[in-house]
């Protein structure tokens, strides 16, 4: 009796040109493109098993049963896509059929806006791919993951990531893809884990509220699709001052774009402010960094190598006795099978 089951790691990502709204919500279709930096050591460990005794599919994450429907939701979207790839390709394989047991592991704080559904479902898609046997093109993955969350879909290639917004219905183009491998640019991420807890809105519930309420939603739009050029750019000329200014300024009207939706989705915390200033500070000192800020308090330092050290002992500084947590990477891998 052959086995269905297979294991994968897929690292978290942070986006340097935020996806935030989309035109499409069935199929996680963007309304912009965005840009991100693949991140080393930190993400998720997903084993996936076909079991033909289960009714429905089944998450444990970090030990424990999850029983969140819009987290189940997620997972069964990128699993149902699967199970119907394979069994019109293998119609007699019987566990294409079969529900699946989801165990996947996090080594950094769970939905405290640092990607954990990006890495996860990243995670889930190539290792439950790999165990219906299927042999999906990269970008066909990157199709599945993002059915399941957005920047899923970025998480599984290395280094500079983009993701093409795409102009089909399907979303056969809406896909992401490498711009350069992690060794082409030596930066440091510094995340600053301000508030481990849970975010008390997801970046889903927040985009769509975001959409329907921000009166400065289509003007978002227009800016993060301008941005991504220049971000583009940048990165390929290894431009530190030119990328600061473009990513900050991005993350800046993302949050904009939240603070002023009704109701307010306001991720940030004081802490989340002071680092601000703080970055600010240090670059006006000389020290190459510049901040970033995904959809939950957490504040990412992004610094040259040359710098890295400095700005760390800075923050170190700064955070003590606050009880925030500094982790330290670097541009990595993307997504691969255990
Ligand atoms: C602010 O990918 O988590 O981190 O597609 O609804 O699952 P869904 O959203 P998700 O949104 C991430 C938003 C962001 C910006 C980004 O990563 O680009």
Not at 11 to 39: E, F, H, M, Q, V
């Amino acid at each position: 009796m052959p086995k269905y089951e297979a294991s994968a790691f897929a690292p978290i990502n942070i986006a340097l040109a935020k996806y935030w709204g989309k035109r499409d919500a069935r199929l996680n279709l963007p309304t912009n493109g965005s840009i991100s930096i693949t991140l080393d050591k930190f993400g998720s460990t997903t084993r996936v098993i076909f079991d033909e005794t289960l009714e429905a599919d089944v998450l444990v994450l970090n030990g424990e049963e999850v029983r969140t429907p819009e987290t189940l939701r997620k997972i069964s979207i990128v699993l149902d896509e699967l199970r119907s790839i394979a069994s019109t390709r293998f119609a007699r394989v019987p566990c294409a059929r079969w529900r699946a047991r989801v165990l996947s592991q996090n080594n950094f704080p769970t939905a405290a806006g640092l990607a954990s559904s990006a890495s996860g479902i990243a995670a889930l898609a190539l290792a439950a791919s790999h165990a219906l046997g299927l042999k999906l093109t990269p970008e066909r993955l990157s199709e599945l993951a993002r059915r399941g969350s957005g920047s899923a879909c970025r998480s599984l290639f290395d280094g500079f990531v983009e993701w093409k917004r795409g102009e089909l219905a399907n979303g056969s183009d809406s896909v992401a893809a490498s711009l350069h491998p992690a060794s082409h640019w030596d930066l440091r991420a510094l995340i600053v884990v301000v508030d481990a807890e849970p975010k008390s809105r997801s970046s889903t519930g927040g985009m769509t509220s975001a959409r329907n309420s921000s009166p400065f939603f289509q003007s978002w739009i227009e800016s993060a699709q301008a941005t991504l050029g220049p971000i583009r750019d940048a990165i390929a000329a290894r431009n530190f001052h030119a990328l600061s200014r473009a990513a900050e300024e991005n993350c800046l009207r993302m949050h904009a774009c939240a603070i002023s939706a009704s109701p307010s989705l306001l991720y940030w915390k004081p802490a989340t402010v002071a680092l601000i200033h703080e970055a600010r500070k240090m670059r006006a000192e000389g020290v190459e960094v510049f901040f970033t800020i995904d959809a939950g308090p957490n504040v990412v330092i992004v610094a040259t190598a040359a710098h890295a050290a400095a700005a760390r002992a800075r923050l170190e500084v700064f955070l003590k006795n606050s009880g925030a947590a500094l982790l330290e990477t670097s541009p990595g891998r993307g997504a691969y099978v255990l």
